[in-house]
Structure formats: structure tokens, C-alpha cells
């Protein structure tokens, strides 16, 4: 176990790290420091636990312990993993993690003076990112997934100009229970089909759906299909979510990608629709949105 100990008086004196519009952390304080080490200061978070007992606190401690101890097995510079635990007053009380220069990709999903094209090479990023997951569960730890896979724990790393994944602390790893999940709530689309995504009713206050590759491919399917629906496409009742995707297919989007994203409402296994996002131009996207679609039924 790594721990950095800190006290009140340094805590006081960090600068709050203030959410761009559209995130919401319900966890826990984001605060901005410099760590000293032998040769140089280097920028890290410290995020401060809202929760510091019972069985959340738990599961959260256990989680980050799994991270903490197996950071170099994952292997994975994309994933922005906890590196210490933060001791305050012989308590542990949050964590320490790497400080990225970012931009959120909710942000940039919403700004309209990013193109269409950087936009689904992002999201092809994060495809990527998903299938390298694949290979540490193959090789590594048969259960880490996402979990919490949605537009805000996704960031563009100003410095490398590459995407990178926070919220790592609500990940499923090494046998924890599962933490809230945005797109995987009582309220989904998918909560009637605990044959292919397992509810989990152990807790209260703690994850729905059990996370694993179906899960986490359901949520990134959500994003792609919030991103050309303009709008959150789980609002839609699975009848009309087919109708959806019938117009998706008379406004030319190919029926193999269309197939693919039919799967998140049927019993197979979902597939990672990253190698169907070069089908999406400028014409498809325009007319994918809500809006249009409506005018059209």
C-alpha cells in the first residue's frame, strides 16, 4: 500500500479544481497540489471521499488498493490511476492521482466549433481503449471494466493529444461490488434483461447493474448514440429506438453498424461499434439528430 500523509493546514491551502459545465461529481472534492520529491515538484489531484465509512468507503478502499497495487500490470497510460492513498489525521481520507491539462469531452462534444471529425476520431479513441481493456483481462484481471462509461469521465490530455479515462476509482476490478453507474441505473432501458445485464441487490447505495464487456460496450454504444441523436437516446422506449434505427439506415448508415447497435436490446453479446465509426460523415451526423428524425416519422 502507498499513502502520502497530509494535514488540514495544506489541505486549506490547495486550489478547488471546479468542474466544467456538464460534470457532476457526487464522490468527492477535487483539490489541485504540488508534490516534492527528490529533484522536482510535480501537479496532482487529491480527491477527498465524501464517504469515509461503512460499506461504500469499503468497497471504495478495496478498489483503490486493487488500482494502487497492480498500476504497472494494467500497463494502460490512457487510464488515470490512483497512485497513493491520502492519510489526514492517521485516517484515510481520498487519494492522489496524476494531474492531466484536459479538456473534458463533454465539452468538446458540445462545442460546435470542433468538427465532426475530431469528435468521432475521439470516439474512436476510446474504442481503442476498451478493446486494450480485452487484453488486461485477458493477461491481467479477468474483471476490470469501466463501469461508470460516460462523456465526463472521458478527458482530451492537452499535453499528448490523446484521450484519456478518469473516474477510475468507480471501475470494476478484482472482485469489488460495483460503484453508481450513469447509463446503468434502475431507470436504463436494459433493467429487463437481467439474463444479459446482471442486477446487483446486495447494497443499498451502491452499483445496479453488475459491470462486465456487455456493460461497458452498452455505454459506449449510449454515448455514439447521444452524440447523433443530440439528445439522451435511453429516453427513447425500445420500440422507438428501433424505429430510430430504421431511419438511421434511410439516411445511408450501413446496415452491418445499425445491426451492431441493434444488439444493446437483444440477447448477444454486444459488439464494439469503434470499427463502424469511419461510416459516420458530416451528412449522417446532421441528420441523425433528434429533431430531424422527428419530422421524419
Same mark, same amino acid.
Given at each position: 500500500?502507498?499513502?502520502?500523509?497530509?494535514?488540514?493546514?495544506?489541505?486549506?491551502?490547495?486550489?478547488?479544481?471546479? *468542474?466544467?459545465?456538464?460534470?457532476?461529481?457526487?464522490?468527492?472534492? *477535487?483539490?489541485?497540489?504540488?508534490?516534492?520529491?527528490?529533484?522536482?515538484?510535480?501537479?496532482?489531484?487529491?480527491?477527498?471521499?465524501?464517504? @469515509?465509512?461503512?460499506?461504500?468507503?469499503?468497497?471504495?478502499?478495496?478498489?483503490?488498493?486493487?488500482?494502487?497495487?497492480?498500476?504497472?500490470?494494467?500497463?494502460?497510460?490512457?487510464?488515470?490511476?490512483?497512485?497513493?492513498?491520502?492519510?489526514?489525521?492517521?485516517?484515510?481520507?481520498?487519494?492522489?492521482?496524476?494531474?492531466?491539462?484536459?479538456?473534458?469531452?463533454?465539452?468538446?462534444?458540445?462545442?460546435?466549433?470542433?468538427?465532426?471529425?475530431?469528435?468521432?476520431?475521439?470516439?474512436?479513441?476510446?474504442?481503442?481503449?476498451?478493446?486494450?481493456?480485452?487484453?488486461?483481462?485477458?493477461?491481467?484481471?479477468?474483471?476490470?471494466?469501466?463501469?461508470?462509461?460516460?462523456?465526463?469521465?472521458?478527458?482530451?490530455?492537452?499535453?499528448?493529444?490523446?484521450?484519456?479515462?478518469?473516474?477510475? @476509482?468507480?471501475?470494476?476490478?478484482?472482485?469489488?461490488?460495483?460503484?453508481?453507474?450513469?447509463?446503468?441505473?434502475? *431507470?436504463?432501458?436494459?433493467?429487463?434483461?437481467?439474463?444479459?445485464?446482471?442486477?446487483? @441487490?446486495?447494497?443499498?447505495?451502491?452499483?445496479?447493474?453488475?459491470?462486465?464487456?456487455?456493460?461497458?460496450?452498452?455505454?459506449?454504444?449510449?454515448?455514439?448514440?447521444?452524440?447523433?441523436?443530440?439528445?439522451?437516446?435511453?429516453?427513447?422506449?425500445?420500440?422507438?429506438?428501433?424505429?430510430?434505427?430504421?431511419?438511421?439506415?434511410?439516411?445511408?448508415?450501413?446496415?452491418?453498424?445499425?445491426?451492431?447497435?441493434?444488439?444493446?436490446?437483444?440477447?448477444?453479446?454486444?459488439?464494439?461499434?469503434?470499427?463502424?465509426?469511419?461510416?459516420?460523415?458530416?451528412?449522417?451526423?446532421?441528420?441523425?439528430?433528434?429533431?430531424?428524425?422527428?419530422?421524419?416519422?
Amino acid at each position: 500500500m502507498q499513502i502520502i500523509e497530509l494535514n488540514r493546514r495544506t489541505i486549506r491551502k490547495m486550489k478547488k479544481i471546479e *468542474l466544467e459545465a456538464g460534470n457532476i461529481n457526487t464522490e468527492g472534492n *477535487l483539490y489541485l497540489f504540488e508534490e516534492k520529491n527528490k529533484w522536482h515538484k510535480e501537479k496532482k489531484v487529491y480527491k477527498e471521499l465524501f464517504h @469515509d465509512i461503512g460499506h461504500i468507503f469499503s468497497n471504495k478502499l478495496f478498489t483503490l488498493n486493487e488500482l494502487i497495487d497492480n498500476r504497472e500490470l494494467i500497463g494502460m497510460e490512457e487510464l488515470v490511476i490512483p497512485e497513493k492513498l491520502a492519510v489526514v489525521d492517521n485516517k484515510v481520507e481520498g487519494f492522489v492521482m496524476p494531474y492531466i491539462h484536459n479538456i473534458s469531452f463533454y465539452s468538446i462534444l458540445n462545442d460546435q466549433n470542433i468538427s465532426n471529425h475530431d469528435k468521432i476520431r475521439f470516439f474512436k479513441e476510446i474504442s481503442e481503449i476498451i478493446k486494450r481493456m480485452d487484453n488486461v483481462r485477458k493477461n491481467v484481471i479477468p474483471d476490470f471494466y469501466l463501469n461508470d462509461l460516460h462523456e465526463g469521465n472521458f478527458i482530451y490530455n492537452i499535453n499528448t493529444k490523446r484521450i484519456n479515462v478518469v473516474d477510475m @476509482d468507480s471501475c470494476k476490478i478484482n472482485g469489488n461490488k460495483p460503484f453508481v453507474s450513469k447509463y446503468l441505473t434502475p *431507470l436504463s432501458p436494459i433493467v429487463d434483461m437481467p439474463g444479459k445485464y446482471a442486477v446487483h @441487490d446486495e447494497e443499498a447505495n451502491l452499483g445496479y447493474i453488475i459491470p462486465d464487456r456487455n456493460s461497458d460496450l452498452y455505454c459506449f454504444a449510449v454515448m455514439v448514440l447521444n452524440y447523433l441523436y443530440k439528445d439522451r437516446i435511453t429516453r427513447l422506449s425500445k420500440e422507438a429506438y428501433y424505429l430510430y434505427l430504421e431511419y438511421l439506415i434511410s439516411i445511408g448508415l450501413p446496415m452491418d453498424f445499425v445491426s451492431s447497435l441493434a444488439r444493446i436490446y437483444e440477447y448477444k453479446d454486444n459488439e464494439n461499434i469503434g470499427d463502424y465509426l469511419y461510416l459516420l460523415n458530416d451528412q449522417i451526423v446532421n441528420k441523425a439528430r433528434k429533431d430531424v428524425f422527428l419530422k421524419k416519422k
